[in-house]
């Protein structure tokens, strides 16, 4: 209940907060200044960063329950950075896209299920999902996009190194509204999916062969929960860039307060997810108004002493 609080809280009170001061009784009054704000600057944004730190936060429980390791996050297995090197080639190469979508958001797309490809083929082991290869895999991914990343940056030209550090520094703005109501589609869609498989998470996350002496087909869920997860995480990445620490700090804290049961976790992890990055755009926004900050410095500001908080409670456990 006090997820699902939160999440609402978001909702209702971050689109009133910014640099321009609205009425939201005025916002539904008809057409006025309130209403332009509020509908076309303020709610896309807002309704964005619930999805996205709503699909981080259950995408880093599910990939710390398949990998089995705490300090597992969405980024961990290089979709991130298959998203970031297409967005990246896509700035360079200045592409506009097609169809009125953008094309560092096609880009950032590609590169991603690229990436989903490239991690999943080496990680499977015949028809077994080896985790510590799917790890590693990930891990080599990720620093071969960096090394991608760092030449197009360097090659690029004042302007198009100003969009790529902007880009990779994560940011939520508006968007249109038929592209997020695509992005809850989708993200609602993969989050079911990730729903209906917490039994087999509290499972995984003993052990494969735990989970497959009590019936649960481990690699077949393992690969499931990888590519629902990566799929959440690329959409996510290819509209707002990498936003680090929401998959990380939220599932260890939620772990504190209701245990290891995915069941309540998962659940609990969205809406808390989603509630986080949207008070934390809204800092980024307000605090130094008219400037706005990358709401990724904001997650990692508040994240990181977060997370040293968690690492330091005595109270249990963060893992079982």
């Known amino acids: 209940m006090l997820s699902l609080a939160l999440f609402l809280a978001a ?15 005025r916002a539904f009054e008809g057409l006025s200044p309130d209403t332009e704000i509020f509908f076309h600057a303020r709610l896309p944004r807002v309704l964005l960063s ?19 390791d705490p300090l597992a996050e969405p980024y961990t297995l290089g979709v991130s950075s298959g998203a970031a090197v297409g967005a990246v080639l ?11 979508i953008s094309g560092i958001w096609i880009a950032a797309t590609v590169g991603a299920l690229a990436a989903l490809s490239l991690v999943l083929a080496l990680g499977l082991e015949g028809r077994r999902l080896s985790s510590f290869t799917l790890l590693l895999a990930g891990v080599t991914v990720n620093s071969m996009c960096l090394a991608m990343i760092l030449f197009l940056h360097n090659v690029a030209t004042f302007s198009q190194s100003f969009a790529i550090t902007r880009w990779l520094m994560g940011g ?16 609602l869609a ?16 003993i052990g494969e062969d735990w989970a497959s002496a009590r019936g649960v087909a481990a690699s077949r869920t393992a690969v499931i929960g990888y590519v629902a997860g990566s799929l959440l995480t ?63 410095v904001v997650t990692a500001l508040i994240g990181g002493p977060v997370f040293i908080a968690i690492l ?9």
Do not use: K, M
């Open 312 to 320: 330091r409670s005595r109270r249990r456990s963060l893992w079982v």
């Open 172 to 187: 939520i703005d508006p968007v249109a509204y038929p592209v997020l109501a695509a992005a809850a589609a989708l993200v």
């Open 50 to 68: 619930l999805i996205a730190g709503g699909a981080l936060a259950l995408t880093g429980l599910v990939f710390q329950a398949v990998l089995r």
């Open 234 to 296: 690329g959409a996510i990445t290819a509209l707002t860039g990498p936003i680090g620490f929401v998959g990380l700090i939220i599932p260890h804290a939620l772990r504190l307060r209701f245990g290891a049961d995915h069941r309540i976790l998962a659940p609990c992890s969205f809406l808390t997810g989603g509630a986080f990055l949207a008070f934390c755009d809204t800092l980024a926004r307000t605090v130094l108004a008219p400037t706005e900050i990358p709401v990724g």
């Open 190 to 205: 993969l989050s079911a999916i990730l729903f209906r498989y917490a039994r087999q998470w509290n499972l995984i996350a």
């Open 90 to 100: 896509a700035i360079c190469l200045g592409w506009r896209g097609v169809g009125g």
């Open 11 to 25: 909702a209702a009170i971050t689109p009133l907060f910014g640099t321009a001061e609205i009425s939201f009784r």
